[in-house]
């Protein structure tokens, strides 16, 4: 556990270090400090209002405890955020039929957990109640704020290094851009590029430790691993049109929602399918 927090660390680290080295770049010592304040002005706004943003985005309706129709859901919500310690976080269904689910919020007092109806048509109780303990695990260890701070100055070092390159740089006693056109070139091509594999090193870490954080709260290890493989049996064959539009939100699924994207190499957002649920089957032998 210490070494996935850790490394996410360093990765959060890198990539904000990586936002100030393309303010550097473009605009010199005034470049830099520019970057840095537009990053902290990002998370500023990622950390208040991203949860609201997305579930809007995925047309989420919240589910109360009065809803007779996802009761079921919504009481094993709240006996699994119980069996975690956890604040009742906000409960909502997407209408998608692409199996899947996610955690967003700032902090466990401000959480919601979504899930779509297609997975809840696939996946039998006790594996969905495997996925929920998932995304509560993600809660807890406050991954929804990482996913979307690492996500938010990513996609700002891709829009920086594009202004920079035609707006920004240093001058020169005369008044002229000072900015070498070769370097701002592979600036603006390989900052974005980078910010991206940070960005998915992150993601990768995170889902290791939510699987095993999901199977600490539903003391079911095998039910999550079972879940994993439907999902991703299911979710690459079904498109989801929103994620298709909006690919920074899929980090944020218990499964990668892209169809056509579904390699697992150093360019996923995800680990392989095969390997969470290795990992999983060994956890088992433990309850």
Same mark, same amino acid.
């Given at each position: 556990?210490? *070494?996935?927090? !850790?490394?996410?660390?360093?990765?959060?680290?890198?990539?904000?270090?990586? /936002?100030?080295?393309?303010?550097?770049? !473009?605009?010199?010592?005034?470049?830099?400090?520019?970057?840095?304040? /537009?990053?902290?002005?990002?998370?500023?706004? =990622?950390?208040?209002?991203?949860d609201k943003a997305v579930?809007?985005?995925?047309?989420? %309706?919240? +589910?109360?405890?009065?809803?007779?129709?996802?009761?079921?859901?919504y009481q094993m919500v709240?006996?699994?955020? #119980?069996? =975690?310690? !956890?604040?009742?976080?906000? +409960?909502?269904?997407?209408? %998608?039929?692409?199996?899947?689910?996610?955690?967003?919020?700032?902090?466990?007092?401000?959480?919601?957990?979504? =899930?779509?109806?297609?997975?809840?048509?696939?996946?039998?109780?006790?594996?969905?109640? *495997?996925?929920?303990?998932?995304?509560?695990?993600?809660?807890?260890?406050?991954?929804?704020?990482?996913?979307?701070?690492?996500?938010?100055?990513?996609?700002?070092?891709?829009?920086?290094?594009?202004? *920079?390159?035609? /707006?920004?740089?240093?001058?020169?006693?005369?008044?002229?851009?000072?900015?070498?056109?070769?370097?701002?070139?592979?600036?603006?091509?390989?900052?974005?590029?980078?910010?991206?594999?940070?960005?998915?090193?992150?993601?990768?870490s995170r889902e290791f #430790?939510?699987?095993?954080? *999901? &199977?600490?709260?539903?003391?079911?290890?095998?039910?999550?691993?079972? =879940?994993?493989?439907?999902?991703?049996?299911? &979710?690459?064959?079904?498109?989801? %049109?929103?994620?298709? &539009?909006?690919? %920074?939100?899929?980090?944020?699924?218990?499964?990668?929602?892209?169809?056509?994207?579904?390699?697992?190499?150093?360019?996923?957002?995800?680990?392989?399918? #095969? #390997?969470? +649920?290795?990992?999983?089957?060994? !956890?088992?032998?433990?309850?």
């Amino acid at each position: 556990m210490l *070494g996935n927090w !850790l490394k996410t660390t360093i990765l959060m680290a890198a990539i904000v270090a990586l /936002f100030g080295v393309v303010g550097a770049a !473009l605009g010199g010592a005034g470049g830099m400090l520019i970057a840095l304040v /537009f990053a902290a002005a990002m998370n500023v706004y =990622a950390y208040w209002f991203s949860d609201k943003a997305v579930l809007k985005m995925y047309g989420a %309706e919240e +589910v109360t405890a009065d809803n007779m129709q996802f009761r079921n859901y919504y009481q094993m919500v709240k006996s699994l955020a #119980e069996n =975690a310690q !956890l604040p009742m976080p906000k +409960v909502y269904v997407i209408n %998608e039929t692409q199996p899947n689910a996610f955690a967003t919020g700032r902090n466990p007092e401000n959480a919601a957990v979504a =899930a779509t109806t297609g997975i809840m048509q696939i996946l039998s109780e006790r594996e969905l109640r *495997g996925v929920m303990a998932h995304e509560l695990a993600h809660v807890k260890n406050r991954d929804t704020l990482i996913s979307t701070i690492s996500a938010t100055v990513a996609g700002a070092i891709a829009s920086i290094a594009q202004f *920079g390159m035609l /707006f920004g740089g240093g001058r020169d006693d005369n008044g002229e851009r000072n900015v070498n056109p070769i370097l701002g070139i592979l600036v603006m091509l390989l900052a974005p590029f980078a910010a991206s594999l940070i960005q998915m090193a992150i993601s990768r870490s995170r889902e290791f #430790e939510a699987d095993r954080g *999901g &199977a600490e709260i539903s003391r079911d290890p095998k039910a999550l691993a079972s =879940a994993l493989e439907k999902i991703h049996n299911y &979710a690459h064959r079904i498109p989801n %049109e929103i994620a298709e &539009a909006h690919p %920074e939100t899929g980090q944020m699924m218990i499964i990668n929602p892209l169809s056509g994207r579904s390699f697992d190499s150093l360019f996923s957002t995800h680990p392989r399918t #095969e #390997e969470r +649920v290795e990992k999983l089957m060994q !956890l088992a032998a433990l309850y």
